[in-house]
């Protein structure tokens, strides 16, 4: 059984641009989330998906959007990059209600 | 609304001593509560949750944590420290109100000393 493994590890983006984050979650998880972890502050939910549907959203902007394929892999995009945007991203698979698996997360540098 | 409130972004404590991280919470449905440990460089790693059983709450590592309604609270505690608890923890709480949301308190970094 493979763990949720996240990709690429770190990331160094320019402001204006739009980046996609990878996922993919725990063997048989079919709910995602993802979260963002500024330095020094704790994650902050961005939103999950249930089986390929938005299933609640916390307070980002729309130019953070989200996938969720057949296979239970998911993408984060992010558009018109902010140098606010730079942080540690996570995402975390479960299955429906369950107990959260975390990635390793993908560090985001915004210049 | 939701929240959860950690006191203390730092605490140290020395070897062999009782560690406390407290958490208090905000909800305005029954909650799930979860502490969650984070190395560095690493993911976050679920140390224990309460789901609305048993208040008193065993995890991994030999931390637990007392969930009390009237204060508001969930604690998380460990009797005897060791140097590889030196970690940043993290409480959270999940509530499912038309759609499924977890926040997460500030964390906060425990120091152990030799």
């Known amino acids: 059984e493979t763990g949720v493994t996240q990709s690429p590890t770190h990331l160094i983006k320019t402001r204006g641009q739009q980046v996609t984050l990878r996922c993919s979650s725990q063997s048989g998880h079919n709910t995602v989330s993802w979260y963002q972890q500024a330095l020094g502050q704790g994650p902050q939910f961005i939103f999950q998906?249930?089986?390929?549907?938005?299933?609640g959203r916390g307070n980002f902007p729309p130019r953070f959007s989200g996938l969720q394929f057949p296979n239970y892999s998911s993408e984060l995009n992010v558009n018109a990059l902010e140098l606010d945007d730079s942080a540690l991203y996570l995402c975390a698979s479960s299955l429906t209600s369950g107990d959260q698996y975390f990635g390793p997360g993908t560090r985001l540098l915004v210049l | 609304a939701q929240s959860v409130t950690q006191l203390g972004s730092h605490v140290s404590v020395s070897e062999g001593a009782l560690v406390l991280l407290r958490c208090n919470y905000s909800?305005?449905?029954?909650?799930?509560l979860f502490w969650y440990v984070q190395y560095p460089n690493q993911g976050l790693q679920l140390l224990l949750k309460?789901?609305?059983?048993?208040?008193l709450v065993k995890g991994i590592n030999g931390f637990e944590a007392e969930f009390k309604k009237s204060e508001t609270s969930f604690h998380l505690t460990k009797p005897s420290a060791h140097m590889s608890d030196a970690a940043e923890y993290f409480c959270?709480?999940?509530?499912?109100?038309?759609?499924?949301?977890?926040?997460f308190g500030a964390g906060t970094r425990l120091f152990v000393k030799a």
């Open positions: 959270a709480v999940s509530v499912n109100t038309g759609g499924f949301k977890t926040i």
């Open positions: 909800s305005s449905v029954p909650p799930y």
């Open positions: 998906y249930y089986r390929e549907e938005e299933n």
């Open positions: 309460y789901t609305s059983a048993a208040t």
